[in-house]
């Protein structure tokens, strides 16, 4: 019964979504950031807050992208969602060491796959990164690359993330910051300065596009 629920969420989300972002028009800003490493037959890693899951998994969707999911109770319906949008789900954490979820991120990364990973999930604190995304690039050699979206109009949940969903109508912006290296040798304390300057970035980004967004610790 569970696995029949699971399958039916799939397709209802994916439905709704596709229903939900054919009224939206979206604009992106420095796409050629992300346009140049495809161009080159270089795959990357995204990074992008929690809260601007929705609207990032359905403008990139059937990339052939590898995302991580957290192993909580409605990571599974997550899941399902994300397999019916063209993506490899890997189930688990970033930040627990050589677990079997980081390996498989190593695995897809070495492979050649480009990756997506939300750092300051899978419960916050909001829009604070949390090592493991670094941690990745620096083991796979992969950039990461930056990506924040707001909406001229939309619902936003009272969650630790402030999960937004688009309202119908409304106007998308996308940008995309800068490729990041990590150097395979780098120091931890270039790790560390390469962790803060994305979080900055993601930080700066979201609050251009999001100007009504009160910050994380604002209540």
Avoid: C
């Avoid at 420095?30 to 609207?55: C, D, N, S, Y």
């Avoid at 492979?111 to 909001?126: E, V």
Wanted: cysteine-free.
């Amino acid at each position: 019964m569970s696995e029949l629920k699971f399958q039916v969420a799939g397709v209802l989300g994916t439905g709704l979504l596709g229903a939900l972002f054919a009224t939206t028009r979206v604009e992106r800003i420095h796409e050629e950031h992300v346009r140049r490493l495809k161009e080159a037959g270089e795959p990357f890693i995204f990074v992008a807050w929690h809260g601007q899951l929705l609207t990032l998994t359905h403008y990139h969707r059937h990339e052939d992208i590898v995302v991580l999911v957290s192993e909580h109770a409605d990571g599974e319906y997550i899941t399902r969602v994300l397999e019916h949008n063209g993506y490899e789900t890997v189930r688990g954490s970033s930040t627990r060491g050589a677990t079997r979820s980081l390996k498989a991120l190593l695995r897809a990364g070495r492979a050649g796959r480009t990756l997506a990973l939300t750092p300051d999930g899978p419960q916050g604190p909001a829009h604070v990164m949390k090592p493991g995304a670094v941690a990745v690039a620096q083991a796979t050699g992969l950039p990461l690359v930056p990506m924040a979206m707001g909406s001229s109009s939309g619902w936003r949940f009272r969650s630790w993330d402030r999960f937004l969903v688009p309202k119908p109508l409304s106007r998308i912006t996308i940008e995309y910051g800068e490729p990041v290296h990590v150097a395979r040798d780098a120091s931890r304390e270039r790790v560390e300065e390469v962790r803060q300057g994305v979080e900055d970035t993601l930080n700066e980004m979201t609050a251009r596009l999001n100007p009504d967004l009160p910050p994380p610790d604002a209540g």
